[in-house]
């Protein structure tokens, strides 16, 4: 047994697992995170997709080891307070839930892509999800909700945004 203390959605864990326990079976049968799903068990689905310190990564393939002393967000940390985030309702206004099996995987290679890049392109929102299978939405509506959810966030930070351009064109302009 090996004892892996990380965060998870913020919280705190500590737990005590076989070396072989994946990260997935972690979330699931021990911590009852069950919003992330096992599609195809290998890697080549998307569906167990989860953050491990901010970028995505298939759950099936990471042992539970690896991610002792790192933080790992699940579908579970997406909402607030009761309360959905932007991207989440964003991919049920835009209609990209379908059958939901895929979405929490999708919605968390989104989150990394907003993360780092929060007015994507089309292109680089497809490259960000093309990890992601989904055999219901032909991706149009999951580009759109992406789409949608980064203009809603960029309208919400504005002065955020207006920082960022600021320094942006005092950097090419030489100014302090």
Do not use: W
Not at 38 to 67: N, S
Not at 93 to 119: K, Y
Not at 123 to 145: F, H, K, M
């Amino acid at each position: 047994m090996h004892t892996v203390s990380f965060r998870v959605n913020s919280e705190p864990q500590t737990v005590s697992v076989p070396a072989a326990t994946t990260l997935l079976e972690l979330l699931r049968d021990r911590l009852h995170l069950t919003g992330t799903k096992e599609g195809c068990g290998v890697g080549e689905c998307g569906a167990c997709t989860v953050l491990l310190d901010g970028a995505p990564v298939t759950a099936c393939l990471v042992l539970a080891v690896e991610a002792d002393g790192h933080d790992v967000r699940t579908i579970e940390g997406e909402a607030t307070g009761g309360e959905l985030s932007a991207l989440q309702q964003a991919f049920i206004d835009a209609g990209a839930i379908q059958c939901g099996f895929c979405t929490p995987g999708m919605i968390m290679s989104a989150r990394a892509l907003l993360t780092r890049s929060p007015n994507p392109s089309d292109e680089e929102i497809i490259e960000a999800i093309a990890g992601n299978l989904c055999r219901c939405t032909g991706y149009e509506a999951v580009v759109a909700a992406i789409r949608n959810a980064s203009r809603q966030l960029t309208r919400e930070a504005p002065a955020l945004l207006a920082d960022d351009e600021q320094t942006k064109a005092e950097k090419a302009s030489g100014e302090p």
